[in-house]
């Protein structure tokens, strides 16, 4: 998933910005230009597109607990990316309720 709209507020996010949200299982994908974004889209019910932000040698098995309540993570898991130029930081939750608790307090950055 390299550009597109945001999953919220339909402003194109370019290659290298934002974050990329991803259900693995689900084989579905959404994109933000904002992390506050991501707050109003679980809240609305989380509308995803279908695909993935995986690449087909691409392991998640680094993410093993997730990054808002530190349980170990099940296939069910939520992938967060946020993009910063050639940077990755990949974070990983128990759900979207988890994704939605850890945007309201800010993230990392909380």
């Given at each position: 998933?390299?550009?597109?709209?945001?999953?919220?507020?339909?402003?194109?996010?370019?290659?290298?910005?934002?974050?990329?949200?991803?259900?693995p299982v689900g084989e579905r994908k959404a994109m933000?230009?904002?992390?506050?974004?991501?707050?109003?889209?679980?809240?609305?019910?989380?509308?995803?597109?279908?695909?993935?932000?995986?690449?087909?040698?691409?392991s998640d098995e680094g993410l093993g607990r997730c990054?808002?309540?530190?349980?170990?993570?099940?296939?069910?898991?939520?992938?967060?990316?946020?993009?910063?130029?050639?940077?990755?930081?990949?974070?990983?939750?128990?759900?979207?309720?988890?994704?939605?608790?850890?945007?309201?307090?800010?993230?990392?950055?909380?």
């Amino acid at each position: 998933m390299s550009s597109g709209p945001c999953s919220w507020c339909g402003v194109d996010v370019a290659e290298g910005e934002g974050f990329r949200a991803a259900e693995p299982v689900g084989e579905r994908k959404a994109m933000f230009c904002r992390l506050e974004h991501i707050v109003p889209w679980v809240i609305q019910g989380a509308h995803w597109d279908p695909g993935t932000i995986l690449e087909p040698d691409d392991s998640d098995e680094g993410l093993g607990r997730c990054a808002h309540c530190g349980a170990e993570l099940d296939d069910g898991r939520v992938l967060l990316i946020r993009h910063r130029g050639e940077h990755r930081i990949a974070d990983a939750f128990c759900g979207t309720d988890h994704l939605l608790e850890w945007a309201k307090a800010g993230g990392r950055w909380r």
